[in-house]
């Protein structure tokens, strides 16, 4: 042992003071590897252990040593893998998952991007279609304006008595006959036939728009089975050939009744009329006008109502239909101008509208205005 190396046993200080074992070499003692280089820190030589910083460390650990001289064990260094290994895993799964959210987003964009272009497609499309109905109704337009010149240049040089005749309509005159064609059928009437009218309060007014009727019977808040009881026996009277004008049917779609029974009714209406004539009694049945207080549901109901009359009529004898409901629509939206505040009866403006079809219809089927 070194004779500068104080040991703790006396015993042994006579054999240190001797000096024939000054040069006595020095036990081995197994020492860590990892520590080894503590023996020879000059900072060990102190009776207290300083930090890298010189401050002094009370309680001395072997992970103190370890954490000081930066060194681990064989366990430490498979920790320090594996949070290598965990890490790389974690920041390689982080990677993909940024891959993943900017392979969607651009996805996503992508779709968003097509969706714009349909759209701008769609928009150009509507705008095309837009621009060609417009082009077709200038083109309808002054066809209509050529066409009605050329009818009142042809009006001026050939005198023509009453109204032109409607579209689908024929008349040709053979003395005291009228051949009226409309619908697929051909009446042959006499002239000046008596004309009656059976309508609802639609209809108020109309002696002083058509002077020439034989008789209006106008019942305001009438249905058709009240009608059928109440007011179809007074055409029993009627002798010789003779016109019914029909307008009822607006207030039993308004009570709910399904089309196929208004259309009964109607049909039993027609019937009753007819019924122990020995000549013809025709029957002209006019479409129930729509009105502002109609919801959906009651629109299809009026609209379906009219598509069975113009049936009813096509198959029944001597009998004809007056698309008169069309008169107040356009473009299948409701003409608001012809009707009251209320939305359901007629202005004056709107009878106008009604009556002058009338009168027309009357003026080519008996010669009659």
């Known amino acids: ?35 080894q280089s503590m023996f020879h820190d000059k900072r060990f030589t102190e009776k207290y252990t300083v930090n890298k910083r010189g401050r002094p460390i009370n309680q001395t650990s072997t992970e103190d040593l370890k954490h000081f001289y930066n060194v681990s064990s064989s366990e430490d260094e498979d920790d320090d893998e594996e949070g290598v290994k ?11 998952v940024k891959v993943e959210i900017e392979v969607k987003v651009e996805k996503e964009v992508k779709v968003k991007v097509e969706k714009e272009v349909k759209v701008e497609k769609e928009v150009k499309e509507e705008l095309v279609k837009v621009e060609i109905e417009v082009k077709v109704e200038k083109e309808v337009k002054v066809e209509k304006e050529v066409k009605v010149e050329k009818e009142v240049k042809e009006s001026k040089d050939v005198k023509a ?42 209809c108020q007014g109309v002696e002083e728009q058509i002077p020439h009727l034989t008789a209006a019977y106008v019942h305001p808040d009438t249905f058709l089975a009240r009608s059928l009881e109440q007011h179809a026996w007074k055409f029993d009277r009627v002798t ?20 196929a029974a208004i259309v009964g009714q109607m049909e039993a209406l027609i019937d009753r009329i007819q019924h122990g004539h020995a000549e013809p009694l025709y029957v002209a049945v006019c479409s129930i006008l729509p009105r502002l207080v109609d919801n959906q549901r009651t629109m299809g109901t009026v609209r379906d109502t009219n598509r069975r009359f113009h049936e009813l009529c096509r198959r029944k004898k001597d009998t004809i239909h007056l698309p008169t409901g069309k008169l107040f629509l356009h473009h299948r939206q409701i003409i608001q101008n012809y009707f009251t505040g209320d939305g359901v009866h007629l202005n004056v403006e709107g009878k106008k509208v009604l009556f002058n079809y009338l009168k027309t219809f009357l003026w080519h089927f008996c010669k009659h205005s």
Do not use: C
Not at 7 to 33: A, S
Not at 179 to 192: C, D, L, P
Not at 240 to 259: C, K, N, R
């Open 1 to 35: 042992m070194s004779s500068n190396k104080k040991g703790g046993d006396e015993r042994f200080l006579r054999v240190q003071k001797d000096p024939r074992f000054w040069e006595m070499p020095e036990r081995e003692r197994k020492i860590d590897k990892r520590f």
């Open 161 to 202: 008595e009453g109204p032109p005749s409607e579209r689908g309509v024929r008349v040709i005159e053979e003395d005291e006959l009228v051949r009226y064609t409309a619908a697929e059928k051909t009446f042959a009437v006499r002239k000046g036939l008596p004309v009656y009218l059976l309508a609802a309060s639609i």
């Open 86 to 96: 965990s890490k790389k895993k974690k920041e390689v799964k982080e990677e993909l």
């Open 240 to 259: 010789g050939e003779a016109l019914v004008v029909v307008h009822i049917g607006t207030d039993d779609v308004a009570s709910g009744l399904s089309p």
